[in-house]
């Protein structure tokens, strides 16, 4: 049994090492066998790698962007994708403060509700400093810190005393701080918004970028300051859950108390909109399966080219090698031995490739993690379907060259000239 097991281990080795000899005789026509296989398989690291990376930054994003068990009412739907020509959302009325205290006080399963409404594309000025005109300023309740996880690093919130007076104080995001006071102590100090005069009581933390857009422009008034400004508009409700457990819970509580305020009948669509974390991650992952089919799509192209090169490759190298076949044959070789030559010479062809592809995919996950900021990790599946893809374009596309050779007779062969 042992020697039996070592003389097809052996007889394997041998023909793995004809395999390379073949390759190292014929580099030129090796090298553009391979090139297909390369391509095929480091586009499919590469895109599971990015795709990887884009959904890390998503998923970082969401654990950011709203606090703990919490979610958001708004006037419309959360809706994502790339939308071509003109479309028009149907109307729907606005979303009032005074759905907070109604909501808190039908819906048992919800710890607090904020409020908080937006305005966008201001300029922050202090003396002759100005940030660009990218400025986002929230108008919030005492909730807006906690139930969107945005806490001051310097000073102090909003507090509830500063909503009930409508002070003119503001707790400036990290780009208007670094902009307009370079690391000096902006508490007690005054900047003006759109012209407005306001008393800086704190500093949000530094979040930094997402994909190149920065999240620090974001700073927050007292939401009935805001309304006195900018008046009133539709407003977003922040809802958060007593826990966990209560999160599916306080959601439907909130769909039936929202459909009671908005005087809906049963059987009428909902007017107002809802946004959870897991609805991003959602939209993403609809959003980018086409990507993963374009790419599985260039990687199967690639392949059955690749494929088909290695099927014409090994019909010539059957050809070149007929004398050899018929030498074999008259020694005593038989058809599964040289069946099982020419395969394992397809498949090592088509492995080589793979292994060049892996390697091109790891150093473009690596040049991505080192020069653009953003998490590239290779995913260990994408390998190992990988090496699968090039073991089966290997057997599949080398089986008819190999059982070509096997058939070939002995005699004929050997006066092949």
Known sequence: MGKKLFRQLSSYWESFRMALEAMRAHKMRAFLTLVGVVIGVATIISMMTVLGGIKY?????????????????????????????????????KIEASYANEIRQRCPSVRAVGVEAWTFGLRITRGGLETNADQQVA?????????????????????????NSARRVIVLGFDAYKTLFAGSDPIGQFVRVDGQKFEVVGVFEERGEMFGESQ??????????????????????TVQAWDPKAFRKAQSEVVEAMRVIRGLRPGEENNFG??????????????????????????????????????????????????????????????????RQFL??????????????????????????????????????????????????????GMWPAVKASRLDPIEALRYE
Do not use: H
């Not at 006037?75 to 109307?91: A, C, L």
């Not at 108008?139 to 909503?163: A, F, H, K, L, W």
């Not at 019909?315 to 058809?335: D, F, M």
């Open 216 to 237: 620090d422009r974001e700073n927050w008034i007292p939401f009935s300051t805001f309304e006195r400004i900018y008046g009133e508009k539709s407003v977003n409700l």
């Open 344 to 397: 394992i010479e397809a498949t090592t062809l088509s492995l080589v490739g793979g292994a060049i592809g892996i390697a091109l995919g790891y150093g473009i996950a690596i040049f991505i993690n080192n020069n653009l900021n953003f998490p590239a990790p290779v995913p260990v599946w994408a390998v190992f379907l990988a090496t699968i893809f090039c073991t089966f374009v290997g057997v599949g596309f």
């Open 274 to 339: 809802m946004w959870t974390p897991d609805l991003m991650q959602k939209q993403f992952t609809e959003q980018t399966s086409w990507i993963g089919v374009a790419a599985f799509g260039i990687c199967g192209i690639s392949l059955l080219v690749a494929g088909i090169g290695i099927m014409n490759i090994m019909l010539v190298s059957v050809t070149e090698r007929t004398r050899e076949i018929g030498v074999r044959k008259a020694l005593g070789g038989t058809r599964g031995s040289i069946l």
């Open 57 to 93: 930054k998503i998923d970082d994003a969401m654990l950011n962007s709203l606090g703990a068990n919490v979610f958001q009412v708004q006037r419309y739907d959360s809706e994502g994708g790339i939308q071509f020509g003109p479309r028009r959302r149907k109307w729907r009325p």
């Open 139 to 163: 108008g919030g309740s005492v909730e807006y810190g906690t139930n969107n996880s945005r806490y001051t690093v310097m000073g102090r919130p909003i507090t509830q005393q500063d909503i």
